[in-house]
């Protein structure tokens, strides 16, 4: 079973338009989040959730909007989708602690690409 | 605020020797954690080791061993007896009193046959 999962895997779409990314995570962490990976291979965190609670919420547009149904799920909508949203899209989960059982566990990615 | 840096974009490395990727971080936290990341061609994000800042002894997880320098706030990686499959790109990352995981831009390593 994969641990942590994402939805759909490949993504494209016209600016514009709305779109949406699934995941959910078997683990039975407390901790979810959203990551932003450029062109360049790096990394943002975008938001993170702990039980439900939006606990990071980093310099987003608001065309972005996380949304935590229950702890095992982190979804994210994008409104009105532009060129600069192309990018894979990470989900992860952990048990929120900086111990060694804190690391991130990924999903696969999620790569949107806006014409 | 907490900050990584990885100074090499890039590193090469000939099959079966040794090689050291370097991480500098900054953060005003007592404790936190530090962890190395490698992402295949494939694109998955697999978690390869973690030192605890309070830990006294290096970590290590097989092939990869963490050279921790505290007061110089670095945490190389060491891959041992590097194969074709070491291939990739290697971040290191660090957690500190919140739960952000901040990345660093990451070293492309190319295993040389």
């Known amino acids: 079973d994969t641990a942590v999962s994402q939805t759909p895997k490949y993504l494209v779409t016209q600016m514009g338009n709305d779109k949406s990314i699934k995941c959910e995570q078997n683990l039975g962490h407390d901790t979810m989040y959203w990551y932003k990976q450029d062109s360049k291979k790096f990394l943002k965190i975008m938001f993170s959730?702990?039980?439900?609670?939006?606990?990071i919420n980093e310099t987003v547009p608001n065309r972005f909007s996380p949304k935590s149904p229950d702890k095992a799920h982190l979804n994210l909508h994008i409104n009105s989708l532009e060129l600069g949203d192309s990018a894979v899209y990470f989900c992860?989960?952990?048990?929120?602690?900086?111990?060694?059982?804190?690391?991130?566990?990924f999903g696969e990615g999620s790569r949107l690409t806006v014409l | 605020a907490q900050k990584i840096t990885q100074t090499q974009p890039g590193m090469f490395v000939q099959e079966k020797e040794a090689v050291t990727l370097d991480c500098t971080y900054d953060t005003s936290d007592q404790s936190y954690g530090l962890f190395w990341y490698k992402q295949p061609s494939s694109g998955e994000m697999i978690f390869l080791i973690y030192?605890?800042?309070?830990?006294?002894q290096n970590a290590t997880e097989g092939r990869y061993s963490l050279n921790f320098q505290k007061a110089r706030k670095s945490a190389n990686l060491v891959i041992s007896a590097s194969q074709l499959g070491d291939s990739a790109m290697y971040f290191c990352a660090m957690r500190g009193s919140n739960y952000k995981l901040t990345f660093g831009k990451g070293t492309l390593l190319t295993v040389n046959p």
């Open positions: 959730y702990n039980n439900k609670e939006l606990i």
């Open positions: 030192q605890g800042s309070y830990d006294e």
């Open positions: 992860a989960s952990s048990r929120g602690t900086i111990r060694k059982t804190g690391e991130l566990f």
